[in-house]
C-alpha cells in the first residue's frame, strides 16, 4: 500500500498536538513575569527565585528521552492524555505553595507532567507526516507553541493585577481541559510505535545527568555551596559517563549513539539548544528587567514581549519555505544572525530609561530569530531519524528546549546573581553610610532585587540610595547574562557555519540516513 503523507483530518489532528504543546508551554513561561510578587512574598533569595524559573525546565529536561523511549513502546497517544492530566495538580500545588520551595517542586512535578506530553507532539507529528507536509506542520508546531509560551506573560501580568502571584499557575487550567477532549477525539492511537523493551537504566541515568547539571550551575554562585556544586557536578560526569557506557552496551539503548552522531542530527541538536535556550534565559531575566528596573507594572512587561510573539508566527512558516528552498544550514544562519542582533541590542540599549521601541527592537530581532532557526533545528532532527525512532528525535527537539532553556535561564541566572551581588557589594563599600549597616542587612541588600526593596522599606531614610544602588546591580548582573548570551549565539553560529552541510550535501545525507534506516 502507499504511504500516506499525512493523517485523516490532519488540519484537526495538527490542531490538537499544538494544543497539547501549548499547555506545556504556556506553564513554562507564566512563571517569569511573577518572580517579582514571588520574590516579594516570599523574601527569596535569587538563587531561590531562579530555581523557581528554572523548575519547570528541569523536570521537562530530565525525563524527556525517558518519557519519548516509553510513548515509543506503550503509546504515544497515552501518555499525551496521562500527561494533560497530571498538569493539573501541579498546577494547583503551584498556584497554593505556602512556601518558595514547595514552588520549586510544584513546578519541577509539572515539568515531568509535561515529559509525558509534550516530546510526544513532536514525535507523532513525525509519525504521521512525511515530505513537505511534515516540514510546515512542523513549522506551525514550532511558532504557535512558541507563541503560546510567549502570550503567557501578557496574561499572567493581566492576573497579577488583579489577583494574587498563584494566579498564574492556574491559567493552564481551561486549555488543559480542552486539549484533553482534543487528544482524546482527534489523535491516533498506536502509529509507528516500538515493540522493543525500553532501556530503564538508560532512563534513569540520563533523568540524573541533566538534574545534576543544571541543579550545579544553579548553585554554582551562591557563596557556602561549593562543596555542593562540586558534588553535583561529579555526579553529572559520572552519569554522562555511565549513560554512554549504558547505551553503547545496551540491546534496545534508549538513545541509539549511533544515530545520534550523524551530522545533521547532532549539530542541529547543538545549534537548537542555544536557540530556544536563548529565547527563554532572555525572557527570564527580561521581566524581572522590565519590572525591577524600568518600572514596567505586570501587564506592560507581559505585553512588551508582544514583537517577539509576533515576529515569531509570521517568521516560522517562511522559514518553513527557506528550509526546503535553501537547506537547514541557511536559514539557521540567518536566524543567528537575529538573534546576536537581539542580544546585542540589550547589552547596548537597555539601560533605567529606555524607552520602548529599543526594548521592542530587541524582542523582535529575538522573535524573528527563533522563528528562523526553530523550525530548521526540529526538522533536521525528524528527518535523520528511522520514524520508529521519532520518540529519540522528538525528546531531542525537546531537549533543545528544555535543557536549552534550563541550561541558559540557570546560567543567565547564575550571572546575574553573581553581578548584582558583586555590584551591591561595592555599592556598599564605598558609601559612607554602608559601613552602619550590620552583616545580616548586607546580606539582604546582596541576596536579590526584591530583599534590597524590603530592607528600603524599613529604612525610609535611606530607600532612595537603597533603591537607586539595587538598579545599578541589577543592570550589572543582566549585562553579564546578555554578554553571555551573544558569545553563545556566535559559537552555535560558528558551529553551523563549519559543521552542518550545505543543502545539497544535505539532501544526500538524509537519503543516505534513509536508505541505511530501511536496510536493518
Known amino acids: 500500500m502507499a504511504r ?12 490538537a498536538l499544538i494544543v497539547v504543546a501549548g499547555v506545556a508551554n504556556l506553564n513554562l513561561s507564566v512563571a517569569n ?26 523536570g521537562l529536561a530530565a525525563s524527556v528521552l525517558y518519557l519519548g523511549a516509553v510513548g515509543d513502546r506503550y503509546g504515544r497517544k497515552l501518555m499525551l492524555l496521562l500527561g494533560i492530566v497530571l498538569s493539573v495538580p501541579a498546577c494547583l500545588l503551584a498556584a497554593f505553595a505556602w512556601d518558595d520551595w514547595v514552588l520549586v517542586v510544584a513546578r519541577i512535578l509539572g515539568g515531568l507532567s509535561a515529559g509525558m506530553a509534550y516530546p510526544t507532539t513532536l514525535a507523532l507529528i513525525a509519525a504521521l507526516w512525511f515530505g513537505p507536509g511534515r516540514t510546515r506542520s512542523i513549522a506551525l508546531w514550532s511558532a504557535l507553541g512558541g507563541a503560546i509560551a510567549a502570550l503567557g506573560p501578557l496574561v499572567a501580568g493581566w492576573l497579577l493585577q488583579h489577583f494574587w502571584w498563584g494566579s498564574v499557575f492556574l491559567i493552564t487550567l481551561p486549555l488543559a481541559v480542552v486539549a484533553l477532549v482534543m487528544a482524546w477525539v482527534l489523535v491516533p492511537s498506536h502509529v509507528n510505535e516500538s515493540s522493543e523493551p525500553v532501556d530503564n537504566l538508560g532512563g534513569i541515568l540520563s533523568v540524573v545527568l541533566v538534574a545534576a547539571l543544571v541543579l550545579s550551575i544553579n548553585f554554582a554562585p551562591v557563596p557556602g555551596k561549593g562543596a555542593l556544586v562540586a558534588g553535583l557536578g561529579l555526579i553529572a560526569v559520572a552519569a554522562t559517563v555511565a549513560f554512554v557506557w549504558r547505551q553503547r552496551r545496551a540491546a534496545n539503548p534508549l538513545y541509539d549513539l549511533d544515530i545520534a552522531s550523524r551530522r545533521v542530527f547532532w549539530v542541529a541538536a547543538c545549534a537548537g539548544i542555544i536557540v530556544f535556550g536563548s529565547l527563554m534565559g532572555a525572557m527570564f531575566i527580561s521581566q524581572q528587567y522590565l519590572q525591577n528596573v524600568v518600572g514596567y507594572d505586570t501587564v506592560e512587561a507581559g505585553a512588551a514581549f508582544l514583537p517577539a510573539v509576533v515576529f515569531m508566527v509570521l517568521v516560522a512558516p517562511r522559514s518553513a519555505k527557506l528550509v526546503e528552498a535553501r537547506g537547514a544550514r541557511t536559514t539557521l544562519l540567518t536566524g543567528y544572525v537575529f538573534l546576536f542582533l537581539g542580544f546585542v541590542s540589550m547589552l547596548l540599549l537597555w539601560e533605567e530609561n529606555t524607552p520602548y521601541w529599543q526594548i521592542a527592537l530587541a524582542y523582535a530581532c529575538l522573535g524573528i530569530g527563533v522563528g528562523l532557526a526553530g523550525t530548521p533545528a526540529s526538522h533536521s532532527l525528524t528527518g535523520s531519524v528511522p520514524v520508529h525512532r521519532a520518540g529519540m528525535a522528538s525528546g531531542t527537539a525537546d531537549l533543545q528546549r528544555d535543557l536549552g532553556g534550563a541550561i541558559m535561564q540557570s546560567l543567565f541566572g547564575a550571572l546575574l546573581t553573581a553581578g548584582y551581588a558583586s555590584s551591591f557589594s561595592q555599592a556598599i563599600a564605598a558609601s559612607p553610610s554602608g559601613k552602619q549597616a550590620s552583616s545580616d542587612v548586607q546580606s539582604e541588600l546582596t541576596k536579590s532585587f526584591a530583599s534590597a526593596e524590603q530592607i528600603a522599606q524599613q ?46 550535501a544535505e539532501k544526500e545525507l538524509l537519503r543516505r540516513y534513509e536508505a541505511e534506516d530501511a536496510a536493518v
Open 33 to 58: 513575569v511573577a518572580l517579582p510578587s514571588i520574590g516579594k512574598a516570599f523574601d527569596s533569595s535569587q538563587t531561590t527565585l531562579n530555581l523557581v524559573a528554572v523548575g519547570y525546565s528541569l
Open 459 to 504: 529604612h525610609p531614610t535611606y530607600a532612595d540610595q537603597i533603591t537607586a544602588a539595587a538598579r545599578t546591580a541589577f543592570l550589572q548582573g543582566d549585562d553579564w547574562a546578555y554578554a553571555a548570551g551573544a558569545c553563545a549565539v556566535l559559537i552555535g553560529a560558528a558551529l553551523v557555519f563549519l559543521a552542518f552541510p550545505r543543502h545539497e
Open 4 to 15: 500516506r503523507d499525512s493523517p485523516e483530518r490532519a488540519p484537526l489532528v495538527l490542531a
